[in-house]
């Protein structure tokens, strides 16, 4: 790494906004050709690499100890697209698994009661949340609409979008949990299959 990155990394771990968004500017594209070869959606790329650099802001006290900052970028940014496929995954299966009796859910019939069951409690869980949230999430998940599309219709940014739907995910799947109604052995075993 040369010296005035060296010092860029320095000044961001103080705090130094400006020094951060030239370690931005200049990593930018080569993270965008990098991620390109997980994923040719530049707007999924683009939102990958905006909460990379988000999260490497928010731990910027550890800048001052990176070595290479274009390995620790892509590293960072990698992880985070991992992350979203992992989620995405997630998302279809748990989709499948709430439309019983399409050939695609792979729900049985013997398996209907439990079904039944379970979207009862995950409807509780749903109407526990607040009245903004409840409805990002039915917006994505009953209605389909995208991150995007829904911050077009509610005419708010992407990004309380995005904090929005993943805050009552978790809130939905911690109601679940303690509830004895789902385990993180279904969790993993929708992830893994």
């Not at 991992?82 to 049985?108: C, H, N």
């Amino acid at each position: 790494m040369d010296v005035a990155e060296k010092e860029l990394l320095k000044k961001s771990a103080l705090g130094d906004r400006y020094a951060f968004s030239l370690l931005y500017t200049a990593h930018l594209p080569g993270l965008m050709k990098y991620l390109y070869l997980f994923n040719p959606s530049r707007d999924d790329n683009e939102e990958v690499v905006q909460d990379a650099f988000l999260k490497m802001w928010e731990k910027k006290e550890n800048l001052a100890e990176v070595e290479s900052f274009k390995a620790y970028a892509f590293t960072v940014s990698k992880n985070l697209l991992l992350d979203k496929f992992r989620r995405a995954k997630l998302e279809r299966k748990v989709m499948q698994l709430m439309a019983p009796g399409t050939e695609d859910s792979g729900v049985r019939l013997d398996d209907e009661l439990c079904y039944e069951e379970y979207h009862s409690v995950a409807e509780l869980a749903i109407d526990r949340l607040t009245e903004k949230r409840r409805h990002i999430f039915e917006l994505r998940t009953k209605e389909g609409l995208s991150l995007d599309e829904i911050a077009d219709k509610l005419k708010i940014s992407k990004s309380v979008v995005k904090k929005q739907y993943y805050a009552a995910s978790s809130s939905i799947m911690e109601y679940l949990r303690n509830r004895g109604e789902m385990t993180i052995s279904i969790v993993f075993c929708l992830i893994l299959f």
